[in-house]
């Protein structure tokens, strides 16, 4: 599952959670997609778990995190121990030269059922994302790293995009007319879910208070010179880039 990333990922859920065992409709899963996108992290994995939330409560999200990226957890660390020691880099075996391939494959399938609900606009800026996203991935001059500025960008032109159109006499995208208000009291949703707003805003705190320690800690002790603890630096690392990066497939880069 860790091949092909977040957006193969879609695909599969699609087909399980709407067409096999019709957890939520097509709508309810496109409006997810479009949240977790513009939310920092694997949009895969935020897509299991709201899913998970939504039908089971906070155990049911928090058994779906752990069984989702558990697997992934193994495989990959197997992989990173031995794969120095098996495959050669410049002579790849026959059985890993499929996977780009096949993590492709997914993409357009997720890709193609999202198209039959998407509009022209959309379609135009699904296509501009994916080809971007080539370009970016593809061309050797462009570092991948880029894509922390290019990707948080491209949702803002989109949504840019998004509101110019609305505008217009004739627009091509299809808007619908936004609800009057949120009840929190009547909201079937939250009720759902089970987390009060205080909850939310308490996750948020924790977010950014560790955030802003662990990167403050590593740069204070970086620029005096000092050695930083290796453990707290990976943590760093990931905890940053997962904070701040979009979408999850590039996070590995």
């Known amino acids: 599952m860790a091949f092909g990333g977040p957006q193969a990922h879609v695909a599969i859920l699609r087909d399980h959670l709407v067409v096999q065992r019709n957890w939520l409709d097509e709508e309810q899963f496109t409006e997810l997609f479009a949240i977790g996108q513009g939310l920092p992290g694997p949009t895969s994995t935020q897509l299991v778990v709201s899913t998970a939330l939504a039908r089971a409560g906070p155990i049911g999200g928090l058994t779906a995190f752990f069984l989702w ?32 391939p096949a993590a492709i494959s997914l993409v357009f399938k997720a ?118 603890n290796v453990y707290l630096e990976i943590f760093e690392v990931m905890y940053r880039i997962g904070s701040l990066i979009f979408g999850g497939g590039q996070v590995g880069k």
């Open 111 to 228: 890709f193609a059922g999202f198209g039959k609900k998407l509009d022209k606009l959309g379609i135009i800026l699904c296509l501009v994302s994916s080809l971007v996203a080539i370009l970016i991935n593809g061309d050797e001059r462009i570092t991948p790293t880029v894509s922390q500025y290019v990707y948080p960008s491209m949702l803002a032109l989109g949504g840019i995009a998004s509101y110019v159109d609305s505008r217009r006499k004739n627009p091509y995208g299809t808007y619908k007319s936004a609800s009057k208000g949120w009840d929190a009291e009547s909201d079937l949703t939250m009720k759902r879910i089970g987390i009060p707003l205080w909850v939310g805003g308490l996750i948020f705190v924790v977010w950014a208070v560790v955030l802003g320690t662990t990167v403050s800690i590593v740069g204070r002790h970086k620029r005096e010179g000092k050695a930083v």
């Open 69 to 100: 990226n558990l697997p992934g957890l193994i495989v990959l660390i197997t992989c990173g121990v031995l794969i120095a020691t098996f495959v050669d880099p410049n002579n790849p075996p026959w059985y890993l030269v499929g996977l780009p």
